[in-house]
C-alpha cells in the first residue's frame, strides 16, 4: 500500500510540474524605440530648416542668374545705373549666400540635436529591454522553483524556500548588475563618439570661418585696389581732358590775335582812302 502510495504522489507531481510549464508566460518581446516628444520636436525642427534651406538655395540661384545677366550688361553698357545694378546684384548674391551658409550651420546643429534625441530614445528603450529581461529572468526563476518545490517534501518546504529565494536573489542580482554595467560601457561609448564629433564639427566650423575670412579679406584688397585703379585712371583722364582744352584754347586765342592785328591795320587805310576823294 506504501509502494502505491508512493507512485501516486510522483504522478501527482509530475502532472502538476506539467501544468505548471504549460503556463509559462512567453518570453519578453524586444523592446520597441518609442519617438519621444524631444525627437518629434527636433524631427519637426530639422524638416523646416531644410525646408528653408531649399528655398534659400533657389533664391541664392536666382540671385546669382540675375547677379550675371545684371554683370553682363553692365559689360556692354557705359551708363553708372547699370554699374550700380550689378553691383547691387552682386551684394544680393553675397547676401543671400550667407543666410545659405548660416541656415546650413543651424540644419547641422538641428541634425546633431536630433541624433542626440534619438540616442537617449534608443538607450531609454534598451534599459526597458534590459529591466523586461530581468523581468523574465525572475519570472523563469520564480516558475522553476514553483516546480522544483513540488518535489520537494512538505517538511523541508520553509527551509528550502528561503534557501532557494536567497539564490534567485543573488542571480536576480548578477544580472542587474551586469546589465547596468553594458549599459554603462555603451553610454559611455556613446558619449565619447558624441564628443568627438562635436570636436571634428567645431575644427570644421573654425577651418570654414578662416577660409572665409581670408576670401573676405583677398576681395576687400581687391576691390580696393580696382578702386584706387579706377579712381586713378580717372583722374589721368579729367588731366588729359583739361590739358587738351587748355591747348585747344591756346590756339584758338594764338589764331584770334593776327586777325584783331589785320583788322587795326585796315581801319586806317580805309580812312585815308576816304580823305583824298
Known amino acids: 500500500m506504501a509502494k502505491v502510495a508512493k507512485k501516486t504522489a510522483k504522478k501527482t507531481v509530475k502532472r502538476t510540474v506539467k501544468r505548471k510549464v504549460a503556463t509559462r508566460k512567453p518570453a519578453a518581446a524586444k523592446a520597441k524605440v518609442a519617438v519621444s516628444p524631444a525627437t518629434a520636436r527636433a ?72 541624433a542626440t534625441a534619438k540616442k537617449a530614445d534608443a538607450a531609454k528603450a534598451a534599459k526597458a529591454a534590459a529591466q523586461a529581461k530581468v523581468d523574465d529572468l525572475k519570472a523563469k526563476l520564480a516558475a522553476k522553483a514553483e516546480a522544483d518545490l513540488a518535489k520537494a517534501m512538505k517538511t523541508f518546504k520553509a527551509k528550502w524556500e528561503a534557501k532557494r529565494k536567497a539564490a534567485d536573489n543573488k542571480k536576480v542580482k548578477a544580472a542587474t548588475t551586469k546589465v547596468a554595467a553594458k549599459l554603462k560601457a555603451a553610454e559611455k561609448k556613446e558619449k565619447a563618439k558624441a564628443a568627438a564629433a562635436a570636436k571634428k564639427a567645431a575644427a570644421k566650423a573654425k577651418a570654414a570661418e578662416k577660409k572665409a575670412a581670408a576670401k573676405a579679406r583677398i576681395a576687400e584688397r581687391k576691390a580696393a585696389a580696382k578702386a584706387k585703379a579706377a579712381e586713378k585712371k ?31 591795320r585796315k581801319a586806317p587805310a580805309k580812312r585815308r582812302v576816304a580823305r583824298k576823294k
Do not use: G, I, W
Not at 47 to 57: C, G, I, M, S
Not at 69 to 95: G, I, L, M, Y
Not at 238 to 254: G, N, Y
Open 234 to 264: 580717372a583722374a589721368a583722364k579729367a588731366r588729359a581732358a583739361a590739358k587738351k582744352a587748355a591747348a585747344k584754347a591756346k590756339v584758338k586765342k594764338a589764331k584770334a590775335k593776327p586777325k584783331a592785328k589785320a583788322k587795326a
Open 43 to 114: 524631427q519637426t525642427a530639422l524638416d523646416k530648416l531644410l525646408k528653408d534651406l531649399a528655398a534659400q538655395a533657389k533664391t541664392v540661384a536666382a540671385a546669382r542668374k540675375k547677379a550675371a545677366a545684371a554683370k553682363k550688361k553692365a559689360s556692354k553698357s557705359k551708363k553708372a545705373a547699370d554699374k550700380r545694378s550689378a553691383k547691387a546684384a552682386a551684394n544680393a548674391v553675397s547676401k543671400a549666400a550667407d543666410k545659405a551658409k548660416a541656415l546650413r550651420a543651424k540644419v547641422t546643429t538641428a541634425k546633431q540635436n536630433l
